[in-house]
């Protein structure tokens, strides 16, 4: 499961064994009007086609597979780049929690590339632009209000103990989420799954037979 507003394609650089497995990418749906994380998390389940699914989400949706596992019979669930509580949000996303300001974000121009590569990756760096379009391709204001406030608004307290976690220590998005039960790639920024994509590769095959 991609991140906000990115679709699968955020994945293309990631191969598994293939005699031994198939991947499937989920791709983001229309939320409901008022839909909660929770029920929309049970949406997405029906498009786990298998029990004993390997499920894996980066960012938003490495939260969102969180919620899924609640209902579906998993063999491992692997959560990239996101947190593990909403005690590892950043100050300012709580922040936009208590005031509520979450509400009146300009979501309305994620047209514009830098705002939405902002929104979904934590950097606007120009010469990347090229690179955003091709991975930022959900950009509907009702999708971005919706999702914008499922993040600031998760209310998870504990880790999921059967989790894996997987964070980059040079992670700006989510800087508290190297501790505890995690483990940490150095040098892994928030884009970790496109970048440093050798290490899932080489990893992710020993850490599902595990």
């Known amino acids: 499961m ?10 293309e650089y990631i191969r598994l064994p293939e005699e031994r497995y198939e991947i499937h990418w989920l791709e983001w749906q229309m939320p409901e009007k008022n839909e909660t994380i929770e029920v ?9 086609e298998f029990d004993n699914a390997v499920l894996l989400g980066v960012s938003f949706g490495g939260m969102l597979v969180q919620e899924m596992s609640k209902y579906l019979k998993l063999k491992k669930l692997f959560v990239v780049s996101s947190v593990k509580s909403h005690h590892e949000l950043p100050k300012r996303l709580k922040l936009l929690k208590i005031t509520k ?7 309305q121009l994620v047209g514009n590339i830098d705002l939405l590569a902002k929104y979904a990756f934590g950097e606007t760096i120009k010469k990347r632009v090229d690179l955003y379009k091709k991975y930022l391709s959900v950009s509907d204001k009702v999708y971005l209000d ?17 989790a894996i976690y997987i964070h980059g220590d040079k992670d700006i998005v989510f800087p508290h989420s190297c501790g505890g039960n995690c483990i940490v790639i150095k040098g892994g920024s928030h884009i970790m ?13 020993k850490l599902i037979e595990d």
């Open 2 to 11: 991609p991140g906000m507003a990115a679709n699968p394609s955020i994945f």
């Open 146 to 162: 919706w999702a914008i406030k499922q993040v600031v608004c998760w209310s998870q307290e504990e880790p999921n103990p059967k």
């Open 193 to 205: 799954i496109i970048n440093k994509y050798k290490w899932f590769n080489e990893n992710l095959p």
């Open 101 to 107: 300001a979450y509400k009146i974000l300009p979501t």
């Open 40 to 48: 929309y998390a049970k949406r997405m389940c029906q498009f786990i």
